[in-house]
């Protein structure tokens, strides 16, 4: 039976999230061969996006059913403030029952999603923000040059807001090419074809430019976007059949998929490439701040702010909470 | 850079959610005061929810920011795979802002939610949702008969009596024992609880040969995620005190609110007595009057209030 009154009525606000909500999806299903240097990953991975993401966010981690040093490593990362919300599914849901969930489940107006295996760069949601703010019709925005089009030449959405005219083209540096390359170890033909064919561009009256075509893999998109794609199958672990259905659904709606000509991002894959390897030590070794709200200053009445001071001290904490039980004991037992 | 094939990608099939998600939310920032007992609770909570459901379905447990007892007592029940999925939230959302969460990602086709001081008893689901598939346009169904309030009834009462299938019977459906129990563990006294019930009714309801009460709550209830979603998002402002909407807006789109007969739930508030242990009545205290002097107690209860918010509000 209920004895007292339940402290959570008192009129304190709830957490409001932020602007920006980033979901990570997580499957490290043991730490042996393809998988050996999986939490290497997924550090440099969590660790990226906090040094390089300069705006407030939330941080979602869905973890797919990985093995227990996996769990154990995300709830330690949660414990030191790294990690908002963490959803630890016991079996794996395959990626699109994870994203299913993720992009109904997060409250922030515009959502970001990414593989474990992403790295970030510094300015990457700035300049995937200028995009999908700067253009109409905006679906998902990659903050890297899509280089593999998903829809195979079939999506329509772009010819329904650009005339060929607006679309341009362009050749990234042969160095974007081959770090792109390096990231998904792309056979020599298929690079021989990326750095010859160029991209098709796009750009708005503030010139800012885009590349057409965006990937799964990393992403932002306004919330409500997302929800009109949901729910997607989801039968297989890792489908780029089912990756696909998303993608499809998002042009079907006359939706654009636009990524930036700069790679903000890279993918890590299931080891670190030795030439990004300065950079993730650079940020595996750089103090960052945890991104947990900063404590409020005591507010409201004079004794209240008194009593906020007071509080901060150490010492006296066993003492306010011996005094809260006591007022506790009196009040409720009658 | 990607060296050989992610294993992921030969996953062939990958598990399949449950029809029924059962979903607990859960919140207990500290283990004393009003909180003392709240692990314990939330265990016979855990334990009791698996027993002899009646169904299967999966269980998800949202953590709206517990201390880190209460989480760690999770993590080890999910090792132990007595959790399917465990979303911990670093800051309490609110009631509110945890519901939209769950209910709009929980895998499910039926989304079975309760607050974590639920008692369950055996065949709870597969009686809710045996209401849930028999009657027409179901919002929600309330494991366990009780007094509601009649204004988020008018539809649930409007549908029954133009319906020729439907018998409507007002009367005293809720037995003694039953009402008694529950207006108990919300912590009122036995003197107002007497009074109370002979005065109220309540409406029964039988359909295609199935009996429900009329009325329904946002505790405990059992639902379908298509329905749920109508109402979704909640206000997510205060910690409390949000989630009364869904009783009134469900009402309000028409959808039916219904209760077992019989009690297949109940609700334990922060402590065990009278579930585990008998209910012992507090010792007499000699200096009642002066503790219970307004001005006296208005600072100290604020005072009360300020230290909470202070070291545990999240």
């Given at each position: 039976m209920r004895i007292g009154q339940n402290p959570a009525r008192i009129d304190t606000p709830a957490y409001t999230p932020q602007k920006i909500g980033l979901a990570s999806l997580v499957f490290?299903?043991?730490?042996?061969?393809?998988?050996?240097h999986g939490l290497s990953i997924l550090r440099a991975h969590l660790m990226s996006l906090h040094a390089h993401t300069e705006a407030p966010f939330d941080l979602l981690v869905f973890?797919?059913?990985?093995?227990r040093e996996v769990k154990d490593f995300l709830n330690e990362m949660q414990a030191a403030g790294w990690i908002r919300w963490l959803i630890s599914s016991e079996?794996?849901?395959g990626k699109t029952g994870a994203l299913n969930w993720i992009m109904a489940a997060l409250p922030n107006p515009i959502i970001g999603y990414s593989d474990s295996d992403v790295f970030f760069r510094r300015g990457w949601l700035q300049a995937s923000l200028d995009i999908l703010e700067g253009?109409?019709?905006?679906?998902i925005v990659t903050a890297q040059p899509c280089f593999f089009d998903i829809l195979r030449g079939e999506g329509k959405a772009a010819a329904g807001v650009f005339t060929p005219e607006q679309v341009g083209s362009y050749v990234p540096e042969a160095w974007v090419v081959e770090e792109y390359c390096r990231g998904i170890n792309a056979p020599a033909d298929l690079r021989q074809r990326y750095l010859s064919n160029p991209l098709p561009l796009v750009h708005n009256a503030r010139g800012v430019k885009a590349v057409l075509g965006a990937s799964h893999m990393q992403f932002i998109a306004y919330r409500e976007v997302l929800q009109r794609v949901l729910p997607l199958p989801a039968t297989?672990?890792?489908?780029p059949e089912e990756d696909r259905v998303f993608n499809q659904r998002i042009d079907d709606l006359g939706y654009l998929h636009l990524s930036t000509?700069?790679?903000?991002?890279?993918?890590?894959?299931n080891t670190i490439d030795p030439q990004l390897q300065p950079e993730v030590e650079a940020v595996l070794h750089t103090a960052v701040v945890t991104?947990?709200?900063?404590?409020?200053t005591p507010a409201g009445s004079l004794p209240r702010r008194w009593l906020g001071r007071l509080a901060?001290?150490?010492?006296?904490k066993r003492y306010f909470v011996q005094l809260y039980n006591a007022l506790y004991e009196i009040y409720s037992e009658r | 850079m990607r060296v050989g094939q992610n294993p992921a990608k030969f996953v062939h099939q990958v598990a399949r959610p449950e029809r029924i998600t059962v979903a607990i939310l859960n919140y207990i920032?500290?283990?004393?005061?009003?909180?003392?007992e709240m692990l314990d609770v939330l265990r016979t909570c855990l334990d009791s929810v698996r027993q002899d459901a009646g169904l299967p379905f999966d269980l998800l447990v949202f953590d709206n920011g517990s201390c880190a007892e209460v989480q760690d007592y999770l993590l080890s029940e999910q090792r132990a795979g007595h959790i399917q999925y465990l979303f911990l939230s670093e800051?309490?959302?609110g009631k509110g802002g945890a519901w939209n969460i769950i209910l709009s990602g929980?895998?499910?086709?039926?989304i079975a939610y309760a607050d974590n001081d639920v008692l369950f008893y055996p065949g709870w689901l597969s009686e809710s949702v045996r209401l849930l598939e028999t009657?027409?346009?179901?919002g929600m169904v309330t494991s366990r008969p009780f007094i509601t309030k009649r204004e988020y009834l008018t539809h649930t009462l409007a549908w029954a009596q133009n319906n020729p299938e439907v018998q409507v019977e007002e009367g005293k459906f809720i037995p003694w024992e039953t009402y008694y129990e529950f207006a108990r563990s919300l912590g009122q006294e036995p003197e107002v609880i007497r009074q109370d019930f002979e005065k109220d009714t309540c409406f029964r309801l039988t359909y295609r040969g199935v009996s429900a009460i009329a009325g329904a709550s946002h505790w405990q209830f059992v639902a379908y995620k298509s329905v749920l979603a109508e109402f979704?998002?909640?206000?997510?402002?205060?910690?409390?005190?949000?989630?009364k909407q869904l009783d009134e807006r469900m009402n309000q789109a028409g959808y039916l609110r219904l209760m077992l007969t019989e009690p297949r739930v109940m609700n334990m508030s922060n402590t065990l007595r009278g579930i585990h242990r008998p209910e012992t009545p507090p010792a007499p205290r000699i200096s009642r009057r002066l503790w219970d002097w307004a001005p006296l107690r208005a600072a100290l209860l604020n005072l009360h209030d300020a230290i909470f918010r202070l070291y545990f509000d999240r």
């Amino acid at each position: 039976m209920r004895i007292g009154q339940n402290p959570a009525r008192i009129d304190t606000p709830a957490y409001t999230p932020q602007k920006i909500g980033l979901a990570s999806l997580v499957f490290i299903p043991h730490l042996e061969g393809y998988f050996q240097h999986g939490l290497s990953i997924l550090r440099a991975h969590l660790m990226s996006l906090h040094a390089h993401t300069e705006a407030p966010f939330d941080l979602l981690v869905f973890d797919n059913g990985s093995c227990r040093e996996v769990k154990d490593f995300l709830n330690e990362m949660q414990a030191a403030g790294w990690i908002r919300w963490l959803i630890s599914s016991e079996v794996n849901l395959g990626k699109t029952g994870a994203l299913n969930w993720i992009m109904a489940a997060l409250p922030n107006p515009i959502i970001g999603y990414s593989d474990s295996d992403v790295f970030f760069r510094r300015g990457w949601l700035q300049a995937s923000l200028d995009i999908l703010e700067g253009f109409a019709q905006v679906g998902i925005v990659t903050a890297q040059p899509c280089f593999f089009d998903i829809l195979r030449g079939e999506g329509k959405a772009a010819a329904g807001v650009f005339t060929p005219e607006q679309v341009g083209s362009y050749v990234p540096e042969a160095w974007v090419v081959e770090e792109y390359c390096r990231g998904i170890n792309a056979p020599a033909d298929l690079r021989q074809r990326y750095l010859s064919n160029p991209l098709p561009l796009v750009h708005n009256a503030r010139g800012v430019k885009a590349v057409l075509g965006a990937s799964h893999m990393q992403f932002i998109a306004y919330r409500e976007v997302l929800q009109r794609v949901l729910p997607l199958p989801a039968t297989r672990g890792l489908s780029p059949e089912e990756d696909r259905v998303f993608n499809q659904r998002i042009d079907d709606l006359g939706y654009l998929h636009l990524s930036t000509p700069h790679p903000w991002v890279v993918h890590m894959g299931n080891t670190i490439d030795p030439q990004l390897q300065p950079e993730v030590e650079a940020v595996l070794h750089t103090a960052v701040v945890t991104p947990s709200q900063p404590v409020a200053t005591p507010a409201g009445s004079l004794p209240r702010r008194w009593l906020g001071r007071l509080a901060k001290a150490k010492p006296f904490k066993r003492y306010f909470v011996q005094l809260y039980n006591a007022l506790y004991e009196i009040y409720s037992e009658r | 850079m990607r060296v050989g094939q992610n294993p992921a990608k030969f996953v062939h099939q990958v598990a399949r959610p449950e029809r029924i998600t059962v979903a607990i939310l859960n919140y207990i920032p500290f283990l004393s005061g009003f909180y003392a007992e709240m692990l314990d609770v939330l265990r016979t909570c855990l334990d009791s929810v698996r027993q002899d459901a009646g169904l299967p379905f999966d269980l998800l447990v949202f953590d709206n920011g517990s201390c880190a007892e209460v989480q760690d007592y999770l993590l080890s029940e999910q090792r132990a795979g007595h959790i399917q999925y465990l979303f911990l939230s670093e800051k309490n959302l609110g009631k509110g802002g945890a519901w939209n969460i769950i209910l709009s990602g929980a895998p499910g086709e039926i989304i079975a939610y309760a607050d974590n001081d639920v008692l369950f008893y055996p065949g709870w689901l597969s009686e809710s949702v045996r209401l849930l598939e028999t009657f027409p346009r179901v919002g929600m169904v309330t494991s366990r008969p009780f007094i509601t309030k009649r204004e988020y009834l008018t539809h649930t009462l409007a549908w029954a009596q133009n319906n020729p299938e439907v018998q409507v019977e007002e009367g005293k459906f809720i037995p003694w024992e039953t009402y008694y129990e529950f207006a108990r563990s919300l912590g009122q006294e036995p003197e107002v609880i007497r009074q109370d019930f002979e005065k109220d009714t309540c409406f029964r309801l039988t359909y295609r040969g199935v009996s429900a009460i009329a009325g329904a709550s946002h505790w405990q209830f059992v639902a379908y995620k298509s329905v749920l979603a109508e109402f979704l998002p909640f206000d997510m402002n205060r910690p409390m005190g949000q989630v009364k909407q869904l009783d009134e807006r469900m009402n309000q789109a028409g959808y039916l609110r219904l209760m077992l007969t019989e009690p297949r739930v109940m609700n334990m508030s922060n402590t065990l007595r009278g579930i585990h242990r008998p209910e012992t009545p507090p010792a007499p205290r000699i200096s009642r009057r002066l503790w219970d002097w307004a001005p006296l107690r208005a600072a100290l209860l604020n005072l009360h209030d300020a230290i909470f918010r202070l070291y545990f509000d999240r």
